[in-house]
């Protein structure tokens, strides 16, 4: 006789089904920011829905589960609010992550624009292990390495990341570095053997160097979401390959596509209990801050096709994920002049102050656009805009 929760929490709204005791399903949507209002919307969601004070804790033993998709991760990213990273290498191969491997997203664009580069600073050690997983050359710790790890602790960077060649085959050099900058007084040190077991060093560090920024982010949140539903309750997280898993075998580079994965994993399920699973299916899932898309074969079932690789903010990340794109134009999207026309995005209005048409001094965007057209019927959404977060 518990309660169980399902949340996904996206950068304007958090939308929320519920499962009460006797089986009565409550549907609820909040705006993720509010400013006079305090801590995680999707706590707020669910104490609102059990009339629980928003100072006061949930009991223990009232909630059974709760399955949440979140986009912090995604958003630490893009927003590039992750903690400062210092990156480990190979001597020779400073450049080798920021270099990439020279892929041109636009064939013929003059001025590339390129991503910057997630790492502060790079340090580069003495040591070679070859393919085979053989030692060539021992990992050596000298006085200049740690003049300079320990110069770097002063200025506050405590997240490292460690990128060796062919670690895959033998993280020897890895975790004998990791432990000695734990010593020395690193919070956080990712190895890429953690991340990643396959070879390709390239998008086997980029994985390290996002995983390193995000996920102190990341876990934070999730410590912050486990405490306020307490021991007994149990929390899994939608991953971008369309699994559920626990927070504590959770690696920050598997959430980047949490929030459309668990869209995709809904419209196959409402499909499939329709009688429409022998027809082809294309999902559209348009947030605040981006559209996501995707498309299904008829009788896939649940065999869906899993790419292996994951590419976001210029970054190419070695994770599982559905086959989901994306494009940085949602509901939030500012729509601006320039050079005698009008453009969309990608910045975002988001939740405060919002679209114009949520009366907080928000921009123009493609939400007022589609209200002015008569595309949106307000009249379905719920009192929870203007100034007071009280009016439809």
Not at 252 to 277: Q, R
Request: charged share 20%; aromatic share 6%; hydrophobic share 40%.
């Amino acid at each position: 006789m518990e309660w169980q929760f399902w949340i996904d929490r996206g950068g304007t709204f958090t939308d929320l089904v519920g499962i009460s005791p006797l089986g009565e399903q409550i549907v609820r949507k909040f705006l993720s920011e509010q400013p006079d209002k305090h801590g995680d919307p999707a706590i707020r969601a669910i104490k609102d829905i059990l009339n629980i004070k928003e100072e006061s804790p949930i009991p223990l033993g009232l909630i059974k589960e709760v399955r949440l998709g979140t986009t912090v991760a995604t958003n630490a990213l893009l927003e590039d609010s992750g903690a400062p990273v210092v990156l480990f290498c190979n001597r020779g191969l400073k450049d080798l992550l920021k270099v990439g491997d020279q892929h041109r997203p636009e064939l013929f664009t003059l001025k590339i624009v390129r991503p910057k580069f997630i790492a502060n600073n790079v340090l580069e050690v003495s040591g070679r292990i070859d393919s085979k997983g053989v030692e060539m050359n021992p990992l050596v710790i000298d006085n200049e390495l740690k003049d300079q790890v320990h110069q770097h602790l002063l200025n506050g960077e405590k997240t490292c990341a460690i990128a060796l060649l062919n670690s895959y085959a033998n993280p020897k050099h890895e975790l004998h570095l990791k432990e000695w900058l734990i010593r020395t007084g690193f919070e956080k040190v990712i190895c890429s053997h953690q991340v990643s077991s396959l070879p390709r060093l390239v998008p086997r560090g980029q994985t390290t160097l996002v995983e390193a920024t995000v996920s102190s982010v990341l876990i934070a949140y999730l410590q912050q979401i486990s405490n306020a539903l307490g021991t007994s309750t149990r929390l899994r997280i939608m991953a971008s390959s369309g699994s559920l898993l626990v927070p504590d075998f959770l690696l920050a580079k598997d959430t980047i596509l949490s929030g459309p994965a668990g869209g995709m994993v809904g419209a196959v399920a409402t499909a499939h209990d329709s009688g429409l699973s022998q027809k082809p299916l294309v999902g559209f899932d348009m947030g605040g801050t981006s559209t996501d898309v995707f498309y299904v074969h008829a009788d896939q079932g649940n065999n869906w096709e899993r790419d292996s690789e994951t590419e976001i903010a210029g970054q190419r990340l070695i994770a599982q994920r559905l086959p989901i794109h994306s494009v940085a134009a949602g509901g939030g999207s500012i729509i601006y002049e320039s050079g005698g026309r009008l453009r969309v995005g990608p910045r975002s209005a988001g939740a405060c102050p919002g679209p114009a048409c949520y009366r907080r001094g928000g921009p123009l965007t493609i939400t007022d656009a589609n209200l002015l057209l008569g595309r949106i019927q307000a009249e379905t959404f719920p009192a929870i805009f203007g100034p007071s977060g009280n009016q439809i």
